[in-house]
């Protein structure tokens, strides 16, 4: 065990609760090992990430019911303080996605599908990622659902990043038969307009 505070920070086996990150806590009950000047020592294999709600559904978790928050972190956004509620692994669960019911796929609060993992496809749903799924569901009035797969910071706000559409496993291979039947329609309007300006050329 270091005799020196400041060799604590770097230390691989023990920590002291002023090394921690604003994202890490020492898990509740762990086991003080030693002291120096007054601050407890703990092991760093005690030493568990925390997060926000929204952070850990990004990973395929949820907080479980009644949890409280184990600890609060305070940041700086927009020049205003603003307060997070964290939690602990130990106070989550794997996302239990709602099924597809009647071809209807569940939305967030949003209209979307959060897919931030495979695990929170809907039982019953396929995610198509083909980017003309959408206009194509409306087509052949297919229930579909944009799929939120991650986030990402544009002109200093959080965005959703889609991929894709979430729609009953029942209607996917209409939906791909009719993407294909487009496609092979673009191409031969492509080559019959390519044709039609290579004759313009030789008159």
């Known amino acids: 065990m270091p005799r020196n505070i400041k060799d604590f920070a770097s230390n691989p086996y023990y920590v002291l609760l002023r090394n921690l990150t604003q994202h890490e806590m020492v898990a509740p009950n762990s086991p003080v090992v030693g002291t120096i000047r ?20 990004r990973t395929g ?16 956004r927009k020049g205003v303080e603003c307060v997070s509620e964290m939690y602990g692994l130990w106070q989550t669960q794997v ?14 609060e949003y209209g979307n599908v959060d897919l931030f993992v495979p695990e929170m496809l809907p039982h019953g ?28 910071f544009r002109r200093g706000a959080t965005v959703p990043v889609l991929d894709g ?26 080559r019959a307009a390519a044709e039609t300006r290579a004759v313009q050329r030789t008159c």
Not at 61 to 76: A, G, L, N, S
Not at 95 to 108: A, K, T, W
Request: aromatic fraction near 2%; hydrophobic fraction near 40%.
């Open 38 to 57: 007054g601050e407890c020592v703990y092991l760093r294999t005690h030493v568990q990430k925390v997060c926000s709600r929204m952070a850990w559904r």
């Open 165 to 190: 559409v979430v729609i009953a496993t029942e209607s996917r291979d209409m939906l791909l038969d009719a993407l294909r039947e487009e496609r092979r329609i673009a191409i031969v309007a492509a």
């Open 125 to 152: 749903g396929t995610h198509v990622r083909d980017p003309g799924a959408r206009s194509m569901c409306k087509e052949l009035d297919i229930d579909c659902a944009d799929a939120v797969v991650g986030f990402e």
């Open 95 to 108: 996302v239990c996605p709602e099924p597809v019911v009647h071809g209807q796929v569940p939305r967030n």
């Open 61 to 76: 978790r949820t907080v479980k019911d009644q949890e409280q928050p184990i600890k609060h972190t305070t940041t700086m």
